[in-house]
Nanobody
Framework: QVQLVESGGGLVQAGGSLRLSCVVS????????MGWFRQAPGKEREFVAA????????FYAESVKGRFTISRDNAKNTMYLQMNSLKPEDTAVYYC???????????????????WGQGTQVTVSS
Protein backbone atom coordinates (compact mmCIF):
# COMPACT_ATOMS: atom_id res chain seq x y z
CA GLN A 1 0.00 0.00 0.00
CA VAL A 2 1.34 3.41 -0.95
CA GLN A 3 1.13 6.14 1.63
CA LEU A 4 2.14 9.78 1.41
CA VAL A 5 2.75 11.86 4.52
CA GLU A 6 3.29 15.61 4.35
CA SER A 7 4.91 17.70 7.05
CA GLY A 8 6.44 21.12 7.54
CA GLY A 9 3.39 23.33 7.41
CA GLY A 10 2.67 26.03 9.95
CA LEU A 11 2.05 29.69 10.60
CA VAL A 12 4.50 32.21 9.15
CA GLN A 13 4.54 35.93 8.53
CA ALA A 14 4.45 37.34 5.03
CA GLY A 15 7.92 37.29 3.51
CA GLY A 16 8.91 34.24 5.52
CA SER A 17 9.83 30.73 4.43
CA LEU A 18 8.70 27.17 5.00
CA ARG A 19 9.91 23.83 3.73
CA LEU A 20 7.36 21.11 3.15
CA SER A 21 8.29 17.44 2.98
CA CYS A 22 6.41 14.48 1.55
CA VAL A 23 7.55 10.98 2.48
CA VAL A 24 6.27 8.18 0.27
CA SER A 25 6.13 4.56 1.36
CA UNK A 26 6.78 1.72 -1.03
CA UNK A 27 9.43 1.01 -3.62
CA UNK A 28 7.91 2.86 -6.57
CA UNK A 29 8.80 6.42 -5.56
CA UNK A 30 11.89 6.67 -7.74
CA UNK A 31 9.97 5.68 -10.89
CA UNK A 32 7.05 8.10 -10.57
CA UNK A 33 6.64 11.78 -11.18
CA MET A 34 5.52 13.82 -8.18
CA GLY A 35 3.61 17.01 -7.58
CA TRP A 36 2.33 19.54 -5.06
CA PHE A 37 -1.17 20.99 -5.09
CA ARG A 38 -2.94 23.32 -2.69
CA GLN A 39 -6.48 24.17 -1.72
CA ALA A 40 -7.50 27.43 -0.13
CA PRO A 41 -10.81 27.80 1.76
CA GLY A 42 -13.71 28.01 -0.64
CA LYS A 43 -11.55 27.30 -3.66
CA GLU A 44 -10.75 24.30 -5.79
CA ARG A 45 -7.49 22.42 -5.46
CA GLU A 46 -4.86 23.94 -7.72
CA PHE A 47 -1.53 22.87 -9.12
CA VAL A 48 1.59 24.28 -7.48
CA ALA A 49 4.63 22.37 -8.77
CA ALA A 50 5.73 19.08 -10.31
CA UNK A 51 9.02 17.23 -10.63
CA UNK A 52 10.25 14.51 -12.93
CA UNK A 53 11.54 11.11 -11.84
CA UNK A 54 15.17 12.25 -11.84
CA UNK A 55 14.40 15.67 -10.44
CA UNK A 56 15.96 17.41 -13.40
CA UNK A 57 12.67 18.71 -14.86
CA UNK A 58 10.33 20.91 -12.86
CA PHE A 59 7.16 22.86 -13.53
CA TYR A 60 5.56 25.62 -11.51
CA ALA A 61 2.33 27.55 -11.38
CA GLU A 62 2.84 31.13 -12.45
CA SER A 63 1.77 32.34 -9.02
CA VAL A 64 4.71 30.62 -7.29
CA LYS A 65 7.39 30.73 -9.97
CA GLY A 66 10.59 32.27 -8.63
CA ARG A 67 9.52 31.83 -5.00
CA PHE A 68 8.98 28.08 -4.61
CA THR A 69 11.38 25.25 -5.42
CA ILE A 70 10.38 21.62 -5.78
CA SER A 71 12.93 18.86 -5.36
CA ARG A 72 13.19 15.19 -4.50
CA ASP A 73 15.58 12.74 -2.90
CA ASN A 74 14.96 9.29 -4.34
CA ALA A 75 17.26 7.66 -1.80
CA LYS A 76 14.98 8.93 0.96
CA ASN A 77 11.64 8.50 -0.86
CA THR A 78 11.03 12.16 -0.10
CA MET A 79 9.88 15.19 -2.06
CA TYR A 80 10.28 18.77 -0.88
CA LEU A 81 8.77 22.17 -1.50
CA GLN A 82 10.88 25.10 -0.41
CA MET A 83 8.62 28.14 -0.14
CA ASN A 84 10.22 31.58 0.12
CA SER A 85 8.78 35.09 0.09
CA LEU A 86 5.46 33.73 1.25
CA LYS A 87 2.34 35.81 0.73
CA PRO A 88 -1.05 35.70 2.47
CA GLU A 89 -2.54 34.32 -0.74
CA ASP A 90 -0.32 31.24 -0.34
CA THR A 91 -2.45 30.24 2.65
CA ALA A 92 -3.91 26.81 1.91
CA VAL A 93 -3.74 23.13 2.67
CA TYR A 94 -0.86 21.70 0.66
CA TYR A 95 -1.09 18.17 -0.74
CA CYS A 96 1.53 16.00 -2.33
CA UNK A 97 0.62 13.56 -5.06
CA UNK A 98 2.38 10.57 -6.61
CA UNK A 99 2.08 10.35 -10.35
CA UNK A 100 0.54 7.39 -12.17
CA UNK A 101 3.71 6.95 -14.17
CA UNK A 102 7.12 8.45 -14.79
CA UNK A 103 5.94 11.08 -17.24
CA UNK A 104 4.85 14.66 -16.78
CA UNK A 105 2.42 14.83 -19.66
CA UNK A 106 -0.38 16.63 -17.84
CA UNK A 107 1.38 17.46 -14.60
CA UNK A 108 -1.09 20.25 -13.76
CA UNK A 109 -4.12 17.92 -13.65
CA UNK A 110 -5.18 16.16 -10.46
CA UNK A 111 -6.12 13.09 -12.48
CA UNK A 112 -2.46 12.53 -13.34
CA UNK A 113 -1.77 11.61 -9.71
CA UNK A 114 -2.75 8.27 -8.25
CA UNK A 115 -2.07 8.71 -4.56
CA TRP A 116 -2.39 11.72 -2.24
CA GLY A 117 -1.27 12.70 1.20
CA GLN A 118 -3.57 14.02 3.91
CA GLY A 119 -2.36 17.58 3.51
CA THR A 120 -0.50 20.07 5.66
CA GLN A 121 -1.80 23.52 6.56
CA VAL A 122 0.20 26.59 5.58
CA THR A 123 -0.99 29.91 6.97
CA VAL A 124 0.69 33.17 6.00
CA SER A 125 -0.22 36.21 8.07
CA SER A 126 0.00 39.74 6.73
Amino acid sequence: QVQLVESGGGLVQAGGSLRLSCVVSGRTFSSKSMGWFRQAPGKEREFVAAVSVSGSITFYAESVKGRFTISRDNAKNTMYLQMNSLKPEDTAVYYCGRGRDGYLGSYYKETEYEYWGQGTQVTVSS
